[in-house]
């Protein structure tokens, strides 16, 4: 079934607005995606009607906002097909889900270990496992790059034996690249280490599921997929999740508490320590329900078509590279490039001066970038709402901007 993109526009009601006398063509959904309506009413009602705390009250809101909260859960877990609801997590975001698995591989790595990750991971893919490196004298491994994609043989000579953790974003935020991440699960497997997937810019744009997949931890961010931010999801296989420690300790989170001890509530809650982002789940379960609606797979056949469609445009614009694989069929909506003898910063200033929202810079992810031999790049993500018109608005503006900086005027 083909989207109705006008119709899914009038669901987000910040896309119609002026920019610098532009209409907005928003291009940074990368960084985060706009919300539709649907999402903003749900919390609304929710502070206006249900708001309590969750799993303590026996009155009717402390009741309703328990089942939403809880609700929610089960439908990410539908989205992603977990085995199980226990094994869905809230937390903040990717960042804080992959900050936790690193706690847990603190609690397994031996000196000498190693763990693998690429070179196109996000800061929040790799600082943590450097942390864990230091502390438990394990190795940090990279895995490189080939015609713009992850090196595969690469990758192979990388995990041994004595990995421990293979930790791998699925869609690159720079690249743009889809990794093949079942593949390398059954790798990392074969080794006996345990799979990482970073789904922060896969899981807003495409179908999951992480037991075809098979991995052990999988990690995004609500904010990015048309949801809040503040909240994002670990999901982890039971069997690993009963071993790991909680991160936090506090309220929610215990059975039974004594003077010099405590014991844990249950999975999923031994986790969610305190009073958790109530509000921020119930906007991420009502995302979930607008995306599952649209249907993922009709959502990236939709990026797929915007990508071929501007691609061949964006090619052929003289001085301008674009990083990442040139098959278009092994990208999600994310491109990254330069514009010959400018700053990406000044190339996203006058893109905005023509309404185009875009982000410059090294994208948190500074090995990627100086391993492109680059400072920084230009780039723009696409999501569901937008058009084949804001495709031909960014060529426009990329031909302006080229102008512009070669002649001082437009
Ligand atoms: N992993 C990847 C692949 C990401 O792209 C990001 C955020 C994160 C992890 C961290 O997500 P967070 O929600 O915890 O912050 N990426 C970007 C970006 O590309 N521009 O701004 C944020």
């Known amino acids: 079934m083909t989207l109705d993109i006008n119709k899914i526009r009038r669901e987000f009601q910040i896309l119609d607005q002026i920019v610098n006398d532009e209409p907005l063509v928003y291009l940074d959904n990368a960084a985060t995606t706009q919300k539709p309506q649907q999402v903003l009413d749900i919390i609304r009602d929710y502070y206006e009607q249900n708001n309590a705390n969750v799993h303590r009250g026996v009155h009717t809101l402390a009741e309703r906002a328990t089942v939403q909260y809880e609700t929610s859960r089960d439908k990410v877990c539908a989205l992603i097909h977990a085995n199980a609801r226990e094994e869905?997590?809230?937390?903040?975001?990717?960042?804080?889900?992959?900050?936790?698995?690193?706690?847990?591989?603190?609690?397994?790595?031996?000196?000498?270990?190693?763990?693998?990750?690429?070179?196109?991971?996000?800061?929040?893919?790799?600082?943590?496992?450097?942390?864990?490196?230091?502390?438990?004298?394990?190795?940090?491994?990279?895995?490189?790059?080939?015609?713009?994609?992850?090196?595969?043989?690469d990758l192979r000579s990388k995990i041994t034996d004595k990995t421990k953790v293979v930790s791998i974003t699925q869609v690159s935020n720079v690249l743009g690249v889809i990794n093949p991440v079942k593949e390398i699960a059954q790798i990392a497997h074969q080794h006996g280490a345990i799979m990482v997937v970073d789904g922060a810019q896969s899981t807003p744009h495409m179908a999951i599921d992480v037991q075809d997949l098979d991995c052990d931890f999988f990690a995004f961010s609500g904010h990015k997929m048309a949801g809040p931010t503040g909240i994002g999801v670990l999901y982890g296989k039971a069997a690993l999740l009963e071993q790991m420690n909680p991160v936090e300790f506090g309220g929610e989170m215990i059975d039974f508490v004594y003077e010099q001890t405590a014991t844990w509530k249950a999975l999923p809650w031994k986790f969610e320590a305190g009073t958790p982002n109530i509000a921020g789940a119930i906007g991420l379960g009502a995302a979930v329900d607008y995306l599952t609606n649209l249907g993922m797979a009709d959502i990236q056949a939709h990026e797929q078509?915007?990508?071929?469609?501007?691609?061949?445009?964006?090619?052929?614009?003289?001085?301008?590279?674009?990083?990442?694989?040139?098959?278009?069929?092994?990208?999600?909506?994310?491109?990254?490039?330069?514009?010959?003898?400018?700053?990406?910063?000044?190339?996203?200033?006058?893109?905005d001066m023509e309404g185009v929202a875009v982000r410059a810079g090294h994208h948190c992810a500074q090995p990627l970038i100086d391993y492109l031999g680059v400072a920084a790049t230009a780039r723009a993500s696409f999501y569901v709402y937008n058009t084949f018109a804001d495709c031909d608005k960014l060529v426009q503006a990329i031909q302006l901007t080229k102008e512009f900086f070669k002649h001082g005027t437009l």
């Open 88 to 153: 869905v997590l809230f937390t903040r975001g990717t960042t804080t889900a992959l900050n936790w698995i690193a706690k847990f591989a603190e609690q397994i790595i031996q000196p000498g270990e190693e763990i693998v990750i690429s070179i196109m991971e996000h800061h929040s893919n790799i600082i943590p496992w450097q942390q864990v490196a230091a502390k438990t004298g394990a190795v940090l491994k990279f895995v490189y790059l080939k015609d713009g994609e992850l090196d595969m043989a």
């Open 305 to 351: 078509a915007l990508i071929n469609y501007v691609m061949p445009k964006l090619r052929a614009i003289e001085g301008l590279t674009i990083y990442g694989p040139t098959d278009n069929q092994r990208r999600g909506g994310v491109i990254a490039f330069n514009l010959d003898g400018l700053h990406p910063h000044d190339v996203a200033t006058a893109l």
